[in-house]
T-cell receptor
Framework: SQKIEQNSEALNIQEGKTATLTCNYT??????LQWYRQDPGRGPVFLLLIRENEKEKRKERLKVTFDTTLKQSLFHITASQPADSATYLCALDLSGGSYIPTFGRGTSLIVHP | GAGVSQTPSNKVTEKGKYVELRCDPISGHTALYWYRQSLGQGPEFLIYFQGTGAADDSGLPNDRFFAVRPEGSVSTLKIQRTERGDSAMYLCASSPGLAGEETQYFGPGTRLLVL
């Protein structure tokens, strides 16, 4: 069956360090992968999208990598701040550019001052 | 509008009652999605509209759930004979609906509690 895996345990890091979150998937051939941020009681907010033919994408302090061989995406936040504390969700299409992304359960990031 | 809006923000109802949840997408967005999210889980797809028609309703859990988008803008998710297991956050998202424009813009959600 198709599956998306994100660490269920919260990631705790110190302010200023780089946070790295992982999204693994099985039995998918996604055309793209997205990362969203979600704060408690709020809707997800889009951060970055990376396509299958892209290895890496950056936006300010954020960096996403996409390895279609390993079936893995890594999401990095450099120079992390307490305001970065939130749940980060990865989402990908089932195959071939579907308009319906499937979401992982998300990983909670806690940045300590 | 400035963003996706959803009403009500919270809804408490009794088991067996009927509820309607409303979503106002971003103006001009042709694609509209409904998701359900339980605590500690990611959003679970329910239904996707492209314009007025439901392009994919494969995520609706059973026939108690129904959604409409009669004019291709506002959408209403309707739940009949609510059950306690329907309690969750219901999220709506919209997107331009064009190839290469897969970003989804989410609303704040409606938190539904069935007693």
């Amino acid at each position: 069956s198709q599956k998306i895996e994100q660490n269920s345990e919260a990631l705790n890091i110190q302010e200023g360090k780089t946070a790295t979150l992982t999204c693994n998937y099985t039995n998918y051939s996604p055309a793209y992968l997205q990362w969203y941020r979600q704060d408690p009681g709020r809707g997800p907010v889009f951060l970055l999208l990376i396509r299958e033919n892209e290895k890496e994408k950056r936006k300010e302090r954020l960096k996403v990598t996409f390895d279609t061989t390993l079936k893995q995406s890594l999401f990095h936040i450099t120079a992390s701040q307490p305001a970065d504390s939130a749940t980060y969700l990865c989402a990908l299409d089932l195959s071939g550019g579907s308009y319906i992304p499937t979401f992982g359960r998300g990983t909670s990031l806690i940045v300590h001052p | 509008g400035a963003g996706v809006s959803q009403t009500p923000s919270n809804k408490v109802t009794e088991k067996g009652k009927y509820v309607e949840l409303r979503c106002d997408p971003i103006s001009g967005h042709t694609a509209l999605y409904w998701y359900r999210q339980s605590l500690g889980q990611g959003p679970e797809f329910l239904i996707y509209f492209q314009g007025t028609g439901a392009a994919d309703d494969s995520g609706l859990p059973n026939d108690r759930f129904f959604a409409v988008r009669p004019e291709g803008s506002v959408s209403t998710l309707k739940i009949q004979r609510t059950e306690r297991g329907d309690s969750a956050m219901y999220l709506c998202a919209s997107s331009p609906g064009l190839a290469g424009e897969e970003t989804q813009y989410f609303g704040p959600g409606t938190r539904l509690l069935v007693l």
